[in-house]
C-alpha cells in the first residue's frame, strides 16, 4: 500500500487548507484512513480518522469543529478540509491507512503511512 499526501502550504491564521491522500497498492480490502501531525520537537499525534463506511469519524480536540475528514472510495482518497487555521496547526501532517474497519486514535496501531507535506500557519 502506497500513500501520497499532497496540499500543504503556507497560509496566514484563519485561512484554510484541503490535504489531499491517494492510496495504490493492495484492493479488496476494507481501510480506515487517518491524518497524523507532528510539529518540531514534539511526538507525531492523532488529528482525524474515517472508516470505510465513513460511519465512524473521529477527531482529535484540538481540531473540532475546525478540521473535516472525508473520503472517496471510488478515487481511494481521503481529505482534510482545515478551515479557521492557527499558527498552532502548523507541522508536518501525514497520511495513514489501517486495515480494518475502526478507527484508533494511537499512532503505533496504522498500519501504512505516506510521505508527510508541510502545513505552515503564519499569524
Known amino acids: 500500500v502506497q500513500l501520497q499526501a499532497s496540499g500543504g502550504g503556507l497560509v496566514q491564521a484563519g485561512g484554510s487548507l484541503r490535504l489531499s491522500c491517494a492510496r495504490s497498492g493492495r484492493t479488496g480490502v476494507s481501510y480506515s484512513m487517518g491524518w497524523f501531525r507532528q510539529a518540531p520537537g514534539k511526538e507525531r499525534e492523532f488529528v482525524a480518522g474515517?472508516?470505510?463506511?465513513?460511519?465512524?469519524?473521529m477527531y482529535a480536540d484540538s481540531v473540532k469543529g475546525r478540521f473535516t475528514i472525508s473520503r472517496d472510495n471510488a478515487k481511494n482518497t481521503v481529505y482534510l478540509q482545515m478551515n479557521n487555521l492557527k499558527p498552532e496547526d502548523t507541522a508536518v501532517y501525514y497520511c495513514a491507512a489501517l486495515l480494518g474497519t475502526v478507527v484508533v486514535t494511537d499512532t503505533p496501531d496504522w498500519d501504512y503511512w505516506g510521505q508527510g507535506t508541510q502545513v505552515t500557519v503564519s499569524s
Open positions: 474515517i472508516n470505510w463506511s465513513a460511519e465512524s469519524i
